[in-house]
């Protein structure tokens, strides 16, 4: 027992916490009631600073819901205001960039990180949200990463004039924009093709879907036509009432989810 509890509170980055809570709760007299108390202590010592509607952001909630975390520090920040350059953000986040997230003493600020650092920790607890088969793993990792291509293809197109200085700005650009975002569109159009009906994007949900939905609702937030992407169109309907989710969802979408015709003509 001893060594259980000096494993506890001495090794805390090397456990994957829910396993060894359920394993010694009898040991410790836990009762359920007791666990969940002990978990929701785990979750109040996580911060996360973040801003509504950035998919990186969403990508941090989306996983901490789906690991059961609820009652986590957080706050709300506006990029428009420059929120994300103030000093509570640069003391965790020295880029000054969102999401801003510690857990305890640990800083994990980039989104991709931080969702596979608490899917790590927290491995048995939730949702799981890795596959044990491997070639399962190997989709879910290669879409992971994919969907940054299709975040910077959307930024690329959706805040050209905010991103690029007016005198820089020429149409050419725009329309190359413009077209590298419909061949990243159509190539996640392809992937969804061989996606069994109900099934996500590596078989069972996974962090590929907690990094490609954002992208793909934030897409249709900027007037992408559901007639030219029938199959992002039914997996944004296949995840966009899951409970993690609808729980994080940006909140000043929820008067319309369609805000915008950015997108409309590609």
């Not at 394993?23 to 666990?35: C, E, K, N, Y």
């Not at 600073?49 to 009652?71: D, F, H, Y």
């Not at 609808?246 to 590609?266: A, I, M, N, T």
Request: with cysteine.
């Amino acid at each position: 027992m001893f060594t259980s509890l000096f494993s506890l509170f001495f090794h805390p980055p090397e456990l994957h916490f829910n396993s060894w809570a359920r394993l010694h709760a009898p040991t410790f007299g836990l009762t359920d009631s007791r666990l969940v108390r002990f978990v929701s202590a785990m979750a109040k010592s996580m911060t996360l600073l973040w801003g509504a509607g950035s998919p990186p952001c969403w990508r941090v909630m989306i996983t901490l819901e789906e690991k059961n975390l609820q009652g986590y520090k957080h706050k709300l920040l506006s990029f428009e205001k420059g929120e994300q350059k103030t000093k509570q953000v640069l003391e965790i986040n020295p880029r000054g960039q969102l999401p801003a997230f510690r857990h305890g003493d640990i800083i994990v600020n980039e989104s991709i990180a931080a969702c596979l650092y608490l899917e790590n920790q927290f491995r048995s607890q939730g949702s799981k949200l890795v596959p044990d088969g491997p070639a399962e793993r190997a989709v879910m990792y290669q879409r992971m990463m994919e969907a940054l291509a299709l975040t910077d293809a959307l930024n690329s197109v959706v805040y050209y004039d905010w991103l690029v200085p007016e005198e820089e700005r020429h149409d050419s650009a725009v329309r190359r924009n413009k077209d590298n975002l419909t061949t990243e569109l159509q190539l996640w159009e392809s992937y969804l093709q061989n996606v069994a009906a109900g099934s996500y994007l590596a078989g069972a949900f996974s962090l590929a879907d907690v990094v490609a939905f954002p992208n793909v609702a934030y897409a249709f937030r900027f007037g992408l036509s559901v007639e030219q992407y029938p199959k992002l169109a039914k997996y944004y309907r296949l995840l966009k009432d899951r409970a993690s989710i609808k729980s994080s969802w940006p909140p000043h979408w929820l008067p319309s989810p369609r805000g915008y015709d950015v997108l409309k003509d590609l």
